[in-house]
């Protein structure tokens, strides 16, 4: 049976992450749990969260589910959403907080003056980054099966990963700057974007990840 445990420890788009998965693998078992039992036995993890970081670290510990979420990193197929992806990094600006230290590298903030593409008139662009934005894949991970290379995602970020090793890099977009919005190693895939709210192209993702075999 395919079990998808997704970790609910008070910060994350728990219950959208749920459907999305549910819509594409109807026969699969979803688990919304902040059980670390349900979590370590399950086929795979979706790792979401949304806010700031220093929040999401702490109710990640103060939950108890910190220790189980290091353990299913270790090998278990595990999907990073938004925060989820940054919180597998080493560090972040944000609040200047240790993270889970699972991929090597940091997160930083976009800066607040970035011209707009094209302006002549001195406009800058908002920060944090909020709406549908292009997403160029970095070789052929099997969860772009299905999706075309540029394809739009929805984002809504301040802050963006920053690997120390590119081949970490899973894909890349592009907001004032090129900026890495997707992140693979191993058994561990993360995107920046989340899927759960990409239309069709989040969808697919979706449905890859719960077919993959790391």
Known sequence: ??????????????????NALQAVAPSATIEISADPAVIRRANRVVLPGQGAIPDCMRNLRESGLLEVVL??????????????EQM???????????????LPGRVVKFADNMPAP???DGQRLKVPHMGWNEVW???S???WAGIPDGARFYFVHSYYVVPDNPADIAAYSEYGQRF?????????FATQFHPEKSATHGLTLYRNFTRWQP
Not at 1 to 18: F, H, K, L, P, Q
Not at 71 to 84: D, H, K, Q, W
């Open 1 to 18: 049976m395919n079990t998808i445990a997704i970790v609910d420890y008070g910060m994350g788009n728990v219950r959208s992450v749920a």
């Open 88 to 102: 597998l990094f080493d560090w972040s600006a944000e609040g200047e907080v240790t993270c889970l230290q699972r």
């Open 137 to 139: 894949q970095v070789g």
């Open 141 to 143: 991970h099997p969860l």
């Open 180 to 188: 890495t919005c997707a992140v693979q190693r191993a058994n561990i």
């Open 118 to 120: 094209g302006a002549t």
């Open 71 to 84: 353990r299913v990193a270790e090998s278990t197929p595990l999907l990073g959403v938004c925060v989820g």
